[in-house]
C-alpha cells in the first residue's frame, strides 16, 4: 500500500503540463551567405580542417530553435568583431562584408522575435543539495551534511538548471532512507526543551602533560633496565627490533620531551611543537543551534607571520583558521562560530598552528624553510594555548516548522496536543505536509493513505515514534517537497509559486511569513521585498551558491598542489582561499559596487591566514572573520584575478598555465569562453624535451598551425599573471631546471593594445567592461531561471544591461534587475 501510495503521489505530481506548438521557422539567406563562407571560413571550418569544431560545409539553413539561432549568432559576433577571417588569411571587402552582416542580422532579429514567443520555459526542477538542506533546517532547524544527500550529477553551468538534473529509483530510496534519518533526529531534540546557555572548558595541559610525564618515565625506566643489561623481553618490547628503534632515536623520543617539560607556563598551557601536535576538546550538542569555540593562548618570540595562525578542524575537515595576538604571560581569546549537521551531535574541537599536514613530522626543516636557519632557542615551540572552551547553544530567533506545528503558541518541549495522542496524526500529518509542501495543500487521499500506513505499523507492534518516523521519511520523499512544482497551463504564476521561486533564488530555501503574505502582483510590494530579502543574512546563501559554481570551486578542489615545494600553501590557506572568493563577492553586494572590482579592486577581503599569505598587514581581530582592506597603491592585489582561489585554478598543481589562466580571463570576465581544442592537440610539457620557462613552453606550442588562432589572445592575457605562481604568491623569478630566469609578464593583444605588468594588464582589460557585466548578469540569470540563457532572451538582457549601465554595472542593482525582469517573472 505503501509503495502504491508514492506512486500515485509521482503521478499527481508531475502530469499536468501542457505542450506549446512548437515556433515556425526562420530561414538564413542561404544564397547570399554560402559563397561567402566558402571563399572565406570553409578553409578552417570545412571537411580537413573544423577549428573550434565548427564547419560550415554541414550547417543548417533554417533556425527551428535556440541552439541553432546561437550558432548563427556566433558567427555574426566573430564577423562584427574582426576576430574571423584570421589576419593571415584573404579578407572581405567592405561591400562584401556589410551585405553579408545585413542579411544575417535581419534573419537574427526575425528569429528572436519567433522564439521569444515561444521559448524561455523554465522547468520543474529538484531541490538541489544546497536546497534540500536548507529547506530540512528550514522545517527542523537543523541541516543536512552536503556529502549525506544523494548526488546531483555533474552540472554543467548550475545546480539549479533541470534540464540538467536526473532523478532515478536509486534517488527515491536514498531520498526515503534520509528522510527516516531527519525524521528520527528531529524526536531527538525538536520534541525537547531547549537547553540552557552553557560553557565547558578544556584545561589542555592536563592531558598532554599526565602522556609527556608517564611516556617519559617509561623510557627512562627501559633505558636503566639497558644499562643493568636486561633483555629486550624484559624490557617489555615486542621484539628486538621495537627496542632498537627506540634507542636510536632516543634524542627525539625521551630528550625532547623532557626539554619541552623544562618550557616556561608548561604547567598552565600547551605548546603546539613535535611533543603536542595538537590540543582539542569535545561537546555534546544540539544541532539546532550554534556554538562558539575560544581557544586562549598566545605566540611566543616573533615568529614568520605563517607561525602565528592556528587552525582548527573537526573529525571532517577544517573548521576555519585564526591569528593568535597575545603572548603565553599575556594570552589572549579568539572565537569561532560553529553548527553540527544532521548525525553530528558530537563536537570535537582539535587546534593546532597551520602548518602542512605533511610536514608536521619534520618541523624543523619547516621552520627553516620558513624562518631560515638559525640558533633559535626552541623554535619549534611558537603557539602557546592555555584552554579551549565551547559555549552555546545559541538559538536563532524563529523557531523551526516543526516546533510551531507541534508545540502551538507554547514553548518548545511543553504540552503538545499531538505528542503521543494517536487520534491526532491526521491533523498533524496534514499541517507538516502542507508546510513541507511549501504551503501547498495535500490532498485529503494523501493524508488518509500516509495515516493508513502509520495505523498499519502500530498495529504490527511499532511505536509511535518510529510508525511517525516512517511517514514523514515519506513525505520527505514525495516530489511535492523534492520538487519546485509550478503548473505550465497559466499565463501568470501564482502568488506562492512566485514567492518560492524568488525565495529559492535569494535564499535557496522556502519564503518566510511575510514573503508568502505579500502581495507580489503589486510591483512595489515586490520590489520592496527583494530588497528585504537581500538584506537578510538568508541572502548568503545566493553568494554563496553561485559564485562557488561560477567560480569553479570543484575544479579548485580537484587540484592537488605539492606542499613540500609550496610550503606556505597550507590546509588552512586552501579553504580559506575559497571563502576569499565568497566574501569578495559578499562585498560587491553588501556594498553594491560595480562589477569592473572583478578585473581591479582597490581592496581584497581576507583573513589573517591570508594577509600573511599574500604579505599584507592585517589588523588584530579575535575572530576568524574575513575583513576588507584597503590594498597599497602600488599592490598588485586586488580583483577576482589576482586571487589565490583563480590562479590555483589556473594551474595544473605543478607549474602556473599562462593558457589556463588566460582561458579562465576570457570566459570569466570577457564573456568569450574559447573554443575546445581540437582533437589529439599534444600536451603543453611535450612541447619541447629541455627545460623552459612558461612563456617559451607556450610559444613554442603556439607554433602548432592548429594551436595558434586560439591561443593568440588568451596565452598573452595568461602571461599577464606569470608574476603569481602555481599558489597565487608574488615571484620575480621563475626556476628553470636549478637556474632562476627573470619573469616576462607583457605583451600585445591581438587588437594592439600592450601591457607591461598586471597593473596595466588590468587596465586593458577593464575596456571590456560591458562584455565583463553580460557574463555575470547572464550567468547570474541562468541560476536565477534554473534553465541556461537561450537566444531568444537576447533583448531581456540587453534591456537589463540599458538600466544597469549608467550607474557600472553595480552588483547588487544586477540581482534586483534579475528578480524584477519578466523573464523572471514569467510562467
Aim: glycine fraction near 6%; aromatic fraction near 8%.
Amino acid at each position: 500500500m505503501k509503495q502504491l501510495l508514492i506512486i500515485l503521489t509521482f503521478i499527481l505530481a508531475c502530469g499536468g503540463a501542457v505542450a506549446d506548438e512548437p515556433p515556425q521557422s526562420t530561414r538564413v539567406p542561404q544564397a547570399k551567405l554560402q559563397p561567402f563562407l566558402q571563399k572565406y571560413c570553409a578553409t578552417c571550418h570545412g571537411p580537413d580542417e573544423q577549428n573550434g569544431q565548427v564547419r560550415f560545409d554541414q550547417i543548417a539553413w533554417e533556425i527551428t530553435g535556440n541552439s541553432e539561432a546561437q550558432r548563427w549568432q556566433d558567427v555574426l559576433d566573430q564577423l562584427n568583431s574582426g576576430d574571423m577571417p584570421p589576419e593571415d588569411s584573404p579578407q572581405p571587402s567592405n561591400d562584401e562584408l556589410a551585405g553579408v552582416l545585413d542579411a544575417l542580422t535581419g534573419s537574427l532579429v526575425d528569429a528572436r522575435r519567433r522564439l521569444t514567443d515561444h521559448g524561455g520555459e523554465i522547468k520543474m526542477r529538484r531541490l538541489n543539495r544546497r536546497e534540500y538542506s536548507a529547506t530540512i533546517r528550514d522545517l527542523f532547524g537543523f541541516h543536512v551534511a552536503l556529502d549525506d544527500i544523494p548526488d546531483d550529477g555533474e552540472a554543467g553551468s548550475f545546480d539549479t538548471v533541470g534540464a540538467e538534473q536526473y532523478f532515478s529509483s536509486a534517488h527515491f530510496e536514498k531520498y526515503l532512507e534520509l528522510g527516516k534519518k531527519v525524521a528520527f533526529e528531529s524526536f531527538r531534540f525538536n520534541y525537547s526543551p531547549r537547553r540552557e546557555l552553557t560553557t565547558e572548558r578544556s584545561e589542555v595541559e592536563t592531558q598532554v602533560n599526565e602522556y609527556v610525564r608517564n611516556n617519559l618515565a617509561d623510557l627512562d625506566q627501559k633505558m636503566a633496565m639497558k644499562k643493568a643489561g636486561a633483555t629486550w623481553q624484559e624490557m617489555g618490547f615486542e621484539d628486538e627490533g621495537d627496542m632498537e628503534i627506540i634507542f636510536t632515536q632516543w634524542d627525539s623520543r625521551a630528550e625532547m620531551p623532557r626539554r619541552y617539560l623544562q618550557y616556561p607556563l608548561v604547567d598552565e598551557g600547551v605548546y603546539i611543537c613535535d611533543i603536542a601536535k595538537w590540543v582539542a576538546a569535545a561537546r555534546h550538542l544540539d544541532i539546532r543551534g550554534e556554538y562558539i569555540v575560544r581557544i586562549h593562548g598566545g605566540v611566543r618570540g616573533q615568529p614568520d607571520p605563517l607561525r602565528q595562525i592556528i587552525r582548527v578542524w573537526d573529525n571532517h575537515s577544517t573548521r576555519g583558521t585564526a591569528r593568535l595576538t597575545g603572548t603565553p604571560e599575556n594570552p589572549e581569546s579568539v572565537e569561532m562560530r560553529f553548527r553540527q549537521p544532521l548525525n553530528q551531535s558530537w563536537l570535537p574541537v582539535n587546534v593546532r598552528e597551520n602548518v602542512p599536514e605533511n610536514t608536521i613530522n619534520t618541523l624543523r626543516g619547516y621552520i627553516d624553510k620558513v624562518q631560515g636557519r638559525g640558533d633559535h632557542i626552541d623554535p619549534r615551540a611558537t603557539v602557546w594555548v592555555d584552554w579551549v572552551e565551547i559555549e552555546g547553544p545559541f538559538y536563532p530567533e524563529q523557531r523551526p516548522k516543526i516546533e510551531e506545528i507541534v508545540f502551538p503558541n507554547r514553548p518548545t518541549g511543553r504540552g503538545s496536543p499531538y505528542i503521543w495522542d494517536d487520534a491526532k496524526i491526521p491533523e498533524l500529518i496534514e499541517k507538516f505536509a502542507f508546510e513541507a509542501f511549501r504551503r501547498n495543500q495535500p490532498e485529503p487521499d494523501y493524508v488518509a493513505g500516509l495515516h493508513a500506513i502509520f495505523q498499519q505499523h502500530r498495529a504490527e507492534g511499532m511505536s509511535h515514534r518510529d510508525a511517525m518516523t516512517e511517514v514523514i521519511g515519506i513525505v520527505l520523499a514525495s516530489p511535492a517537497f523534492l520538487f519546485l512544482q509550478e503548473k505550465s497551463d497559466r499565463n501568470a504564476l501564482t502568488n506562492r509559486e512566485l514567492a518560492i521561486r524568488l525565495s529559492y533564488f535569494l535564499w535557496s530555501c522556502p519564503p518566510d511569513e511575510e514573503l508568502y503574505a505579500a502581495d507580489l502582483s503589486d510591483t512595489a510590494v515586490y520590489a520592496q521585498q527583494v530588497d528585504r530579502m537581500l538584506d537578510d543574512p538568508k541572502a548568503q546563501a545566493f553568494r554563496d551558491g553561485f559564485v562557488s559554481q561560477w567560480a569553479e570551486f570543484d575544479r579548485y578542489d580537484a587540484i592537488t598542489i605539492d606542499r613540500q615545494e609550496h610550503f606556505r600553501f597550507n590546509e588552512g590557506v586552501q579553504q580559506d582561499a575559497k571563502r576569499e572568493v565568497l566574501e569578495f563577492f559578499g562585498t560587491l553586494i553588501d556594498e553594491n559596487l560595480p562589477a569592473a572590482n572583478l578585473i581591479d579592486s582597490d581592496f581584497v577581503t581576507i583573513n589573517a591566514a591570508l594577509a600573511a599569505h599574500y604579505g599584507l598587514d592585517f589588523p588584530d581581530t579575535r575572530t576568524d572573520e574575513f575583513l576588507k582592506i584597503r590594498l597599497p597603491d602600488d599592490s598588485p592585489r586586488g580583483g577576482l584575478m589576482t586571487q589565490t582561489a583563480f590562479l590555483v585554478t589556473g594551474s595544473n598543481g605543478e607549474r602556473s598555465s599562462p593558457v589556463i589562466r588566460g582561458a579562465l580571463i576570457m570566459e570569466k570576465l570577457l564573456h568569450e569562453k574559447p573554443a575546445p581544442p581540437p582533437p589529439n592537440v599534444p600536451e603543453l610539457s611535450e612541447a619541447s624535451a629541455e627545460p623552459k620557462t612558461n612563456r617559451e613552453m607556450v610559444e613554442l606550442h603556439q607554433q602548432r598551425a592548429v594551436c595558434a588562432s586560439c591561443h593568440k589572445k588568451m596565452d598573452v592575457i595568461g602571461f599577464g599573471l606569470e608574476n603569481f605562481d602555481t599558489t597565487g604568491q608574488w615571484r620575480d623569478i621563475e626556476k628553470v631546471g636549478r637556474k632562476p630566469v627573470p619573469i616576462e609578464p607583457g605583451g600585445t593583444l591581438p587588437d594592439g593594445l600592450a601591457f607591461d605588468s598586471v597593473q596595466e594588464l588590468k587596465k586593458v582589460l577593464l575596456a571590456h567592461e560591458d562584455a565583463l557585466a553580460r557574463e555575470v548578469l547572464e550567468s547570474m540569470l541562468a541560476y536565477a531561471l534554473g534553465r541556461t540563457v537561450e537566444f531568444s532572451d537576447a533583448d531581456d538582457v540587453d534591456t537589463m544591461l540599458a538600466k544597469l549601465k549608467p550607474d557600472d554595472y553595480r552588483v547588487r542593482s544586477m540581482i534586483r534587475e534579475i528578480a524584477l525582469s519578466p523573464l523572471f517573472r514569467k510562467p
